[in-house]
């Protein structure tokens, strides 16, 4: 169990630094693509700028994106050979098809959006923008069918102790991916909205190249109170599919132990996951049936009753999720989309009224706030996989089954250490160069590689 411990902590600590860049790729691709339609309609100079200055930030976050990325597909082969074995015949296609229809036209029309201005004409310069777009999101499609194999297995059949595909259209309309692939999308536009809306407000608190982030802060500002609002409605919809198709993840985001019905909403709990009860709670009765079935009724399973039916279906053993973990993940995801949907409204209301760029007090708000998508992001990302536990594959493999067998912990240890030095240094590397770049503005030509003088590096001051 030692091998499995590790093996999951190199895996989590690799996937949420990777996933710290997905949701900013993906939806910056799609400001920055906004952006360059707005000078290509317009021919203002001013929104060439812009366009400049974003689509700079966003291939140092696409570069460590694919960096980190990289080191997702060794593991399956390193630490995780008997889930690859298992799944291999489902979970390759996916993966190949992220590569050859996803990755490879996003790398060459990011290449020649790179180095095809003033040599492309403006139209086909746009168009290769929206298609970096385009493969961006559709790349996270690919991925999430795969992921979505995993939290509700369909289209395959059981041979020679493997899970083989039977029906490629099931795996690819899976209800889960569904739910599961808009939510995504639309926490990358929320991601790449307060990321726009941050670092406009650093320059607009400093009173520096206003007429360019003038217009960034109004595109920021909208694509963020949009999307916080959508990525809501697409979350609610994802909770009322878990109630029927996990209903253990449920439970276990809710601390909810015995059955209800109506079932309440836990807002504090304490759980004593030994003893399986909670030794504290404050909960508003009736309001997780309302959520779950839109209406104050309707059952919602506890986690003792949802154990013993999981023991009679699969045989004996410990099918519980690591319960404050899932709980307490939820929590923090909701109140980071909270704050993000209040900040959002009240800056969108000063800056409609004309009285934004004088509240330097909401101004560094909405700076501070730039960390705010990354935690709800992890944090969703933790209680999705995390709330599958004990499964590797929901039903078919737990994750102590798909462990690489001839792995010793020392081996694990010796990884997961290089990796986290590695991944250290990346983080470094990203947050110099971002802050470097920010730091020095939109400019037309290339970016200097000179010291910046101390009294400018005040970012977060």
């Known amino acids: 169990m030692e091998e499995v411990l590790l093996g999951r902590w190199q895996f989590g600590i690799t996937t949420v630094y990777h996933f710290l860049f997905v949701p900013l790729t993906l939806g910056l691709s799609i400001l920055v693509a906004i952006m360059e339609s707005m000078y290509v309609r317009t021919g203002n100079e001013l929104y060439k700028k812009m366009t400049k200055f974003w689509g700079k930030l966003f291939l140092v976050n696409f570069s460590m994106g694919v960096a980190t990325g990289i080191v997702q597909e060794f593991q399956f082969g390193m630490n995780w050979a008997e889930y690859s074995r298992f799944m291999g015949d489902i979970f390759g296609a996916p993966l190949a098809m992220e590569a050859l229809t996803a990755f490879f036209l996003e790398s060459t029309f990011l290449g020649l959006w790179i180095f095809g201005w003033d040599k492309l004409s403006k139209k086909v310069h746009l168009a290769c923008i929206w298609l970096v777009a385009f493969s961006s999101n559709l790349s996270a499609f690919w991925i999430l069918v795969a992921n979505s194999f995993m939290q509700s297995p369909v289209g395959y059949s059981l041979q020679n102790g493997r899970a083989e595909m039977v029906d490629f259209l099931a795996v690819i309309t899976n209800p889960y991916v569904i739910g599961q692939f808009p939510h995504t999308v639309l926490g990358g536009l929320v991601t790449a909205g307060v990321f726009v809306s941050a670092i406009s407000a650093y320059y607009l608190r400093r009173e520096r190249h206003l007429s360019i982030f003038q217009s960034s802060v109004k595109i920021g500002l909208a694509c963020m109170l949009i999307s916080t ?3 809501m409605g697409t979350g609610h919809l994802q909770a ?74 699969y045989g004996a053993g410990n099918y519980i999720p690591p319960i404050t973990q899932s709980f307490w993940s939820f929590r923090i995801m909701v109140l980071a989309g909270l704050w993000m949907a209040f900040i959002a409204s009240l800056s969108g209301f000063l800056l409609y009224e004309g009285r934004l760029e004088s509240n330097k007090m909401v101004l560094s708000l909405l700076l501070w706030s730039l960390p705010v998508p990354y935690i709800a992001n992890s944090t969703g990302w933790i209680l999705t996989e995390g709330g599958r536990q004990p499964w590797i594959v929901a039903g078919l493999q737990k994750v102590s089954e798909g462990i690489s067998t001839n792995l010793t912990s020392v081996e694990i240890w010796i990884s997961l250490i290089g990796f986290t030095a590695l991944y250290g240094i990346l983080a470094i590397a990203t947050v110099y160069l971002i802050r470097k770049f920010v730091i020095q503005g939109p400019v037309d030509q290339k970016p200097s590689l000179r010291v910046v003088p101390k009294k400018e590096a005040t970012l977060w001051n």
């Open 229 to 231: 609002i959508a990525v």
């Open 240 to 313: 009322q599919y878990l109630a029927k198709k996990q209903p253990m993840k449920m439970a276990a985001m809710e601390a909810l132990w015995e059955s209800a019905d109506p079932a309440p909403f836990a807002i504090v709990v304490v759980a004593d996951q030994v003893n399986q009860k909670n030794t504290f709670e404050v909960s508003i009765p009736g309001f997780l049936s309302l959520l779950a079935f839109d209406e104050l009724k309707g059952e919602i399973k506890g986690i003792k009753e949802l154990q013993a039916a999981a023991e009679m279906k």
